[in-house]
């Protein structure tokens, strides 16, 4: 195909194209297209579905057209970047150029940002044709509204205030039968990129789950959130000995475990699975989705900061086989995009499996999903509510 056709298609269809592979049901070749100028010395796809965190396109001829084509899988969903003239890096010095260098694809209408938004600091998005349907994250004008209160929250133990953002269902009375209760970090991003009171108003009103009431605690900052979402004692004993207490104070909310759920993505998750590890008398569920049980107290694998495999991993699994098994239920998420890239010793994928194994040798009941995705609400958003049926539902 030349330069001038491929960009023709890629203009009408937008990108990537997408394109059977042959005798292969399971996969489809996806190309990425780019028209450069003669400023445009590379471009990059940065992503976790590729083979390596960023990957270079290659120039078609001596034209101003650039491609890169890759299999993925079909039920994929994903983001992704560009990068024009960025440093083909992920770690060291020139990190900070390389980032600064990211932008979304003009050519994919799907982005994370609205439509006239600046292309830097914004991904694209991709959803092939068989990625799983999420049907409990549309609005639906018909299903009766719950609300959602903004309260700010100071604590004691942790010496902060953050906002905390409280959802009672439609028809919630201070009365009768207590509310199920679900607990989740990130709350901020569980408001807005997970619509979780659109996925509760869709599951409650379908009878899918009982009537809930969610508690969705947000970060003060990214440094904080850091700090208390890796295994860290005074967040569970803060859940304990401040929020729970306030919570029972003003809501009409469940005391028995069974019905209470701790949730979060990514380290929240930790500090959910941490948070129930610590106190299972109360917290009875984990819904934990894309958690990043690599954290070790001596293992470090941010961007820019790569660690290597003479770390260990996976320090919480370690604190599960050495305690007796607790009356605690598992949901488990993980993505096939999240996987080790460049030998860390293990990143969300592995580590999530080998979660789910030392928990299942251990006794526990545990109901692991694997997306075909990376670290992203565009999946989390979804399997919020498979999570919350298999624990609480009806």
């Given at each position: 195909m030349t330069a001038d056709t491929l960009l023709r298609r890629a203009v009408q269809e937008g990108t990537p194209l997408v394109d059977r592979v042959e005798d292969d049901r399971r996969y489809v070749l996806v190309t990425f297209v780019w028209r450069g100028n003669a400023n445009t010395k590379t471009i990059a796809v940065m992503g976790t579905f590729l083979k390596a965190p960023i990957v270079a396109m290659t120039r078609i001829g001596n034209s101003d057209v650039w491609s890169l084509s890759t299999k993925v899988p079909i039920r994929a969903r994903f983001t992704y970047w560009l990068a024009e003239n960025s440093p083909m890096t992920t770690e060291g010095p020139q990190v900070g150029a390389m980032l600064a260098s990211l932008q979304a694809?003009?050519?994919?209408?799907?982005?994370?940002?609205?439509?006239?938004?600046?292309?830097?600091?914004?991904?694209?998005?991709?959803?092939?044709?068989?990625?799983?349907?999420?049907?409990?994250?549309?609005?639906?004008?018909?299903?009766?509204?719950?609300?959602?209160?903004?309260?700010?929250?100071?604590?004691?133990?942790?010496?902060?205030?953050?906002?905390?953002?409280?959802?009672?269902?439609?028809?919630?009375?201070?009365?009768?039968?207590p509310n199920a209760l679900l607990i989740m970090f990130d709350g901020g991003a569980h408001l807005s990129a997970v619509p979780t009171p659109t996925i509760l108003d869709n599951l409650i009103a379908a009878s899918r789950i009982p009537p809930t009431v969610a508690i969705l605690i947000a970060n003060p900052d990214l440094a904080t959130r850091t700090r208390e979402l890796m295994p860290n004692p005074d967040v569970p004993e803060f859940l304990m000995t401040e929020l729970l207490p306030w919570i029972h104070a003003r809501y009409n909310v469940t005391r028995d475990p069974r019905l209470t759920v701790v949730a979060g993505v990514s380290y929240g998750g930790v500090a959910a699975t941490y948070a129930a590890m610590r106190h299972p008398e109360v917290f009875g569920n984990v819904l934990c989705q894309s958690g990043d049980f690599s954290w070790a107290p001596d293992h470090i694998h941010t961007i820019g900061q790569l660690a290597d495999a003479t770390t260990e991993t996976g320090w919480l699994a370690k604190e599960f086989l050495r305690s007796p098994t607790l009356p605690i239920r598992f949901y488990l998420t993980a993505g096939t995009f999240e996987v080790d890239q460049v030998g860390t010793g293990g990143m969300v994928l592995e580590t999530s499996r080998h979660m789910r194994d030392v928990l299942l040798a251990k006794g526990y009941e545990v109901h692991y999903q694997q997306f075909v995705g990376d670290h992203d609400?565009?999946?989390?958003?979804?399997?919020?509510?498979?999570?919350?049926?298999?624990?609480?539902g009806r």
């Open positions: 694809d003009p050519l994919n209408p799907h982005r994370t940002c609205a439509a006239d938004a600046p292309l830097k600091g914004c991904k694209s998005v991709v959803e092939l044709s068989d990625a799983p349907p999420q049907p409990w994250i549309l609005k639906n004008a018909s299903t009766p509204a719950g609300r959602v209160d903004h309260v700010r929250f100071r604590s004691e133990r942790l010496n902060n205030e953050r906002a905390v953002f409280v959802y009672t269902p439609a028809g919630y009375r201070a009365s009768g039968e609400p565009f999946s989390w958003r979804g399997m919020l509510a498979d999570g919350l049926i298999e624990l609480i």
